[in-house]
């Protein structure tokens, strides 16, 4: 699933701002990156292996 796909799924904002904040807490990123990286698909693969894994949980 691309990571912007999934994020513009979420419902609410609660519920994309929780994600983002996960992602966040467990990359280590920033908020600019984090929206950079949503926008242009530049995910590094760790990254990637960590959102799959919050979305899976």
């Known amino acids: ?3 912007s ?3 513009k799924s979420l419902d609410s904002e609660k519920e994309k701002k929780k994600f ?4 966040l807490e467990l990359t280590g ?14 995910w590094r693969p760790s990254e990637i ?4 894994t ?4």
């Open 1 to 3: 699933m691309v990571v």
């Open 49 to 52: 292996y960590v959102i799959n």
């Open 54 to 57: 919050i979305i899976n949980q």
């Open 29 to 42: 990123m920033s908020i600019a990156s984090f929206y950079n990286k949503l926008r242009a698909e530049s």
């Open 20 to 23: 983002r904040d996960k992602v």
């Open 5 to 7: 796909d999934y994020y």
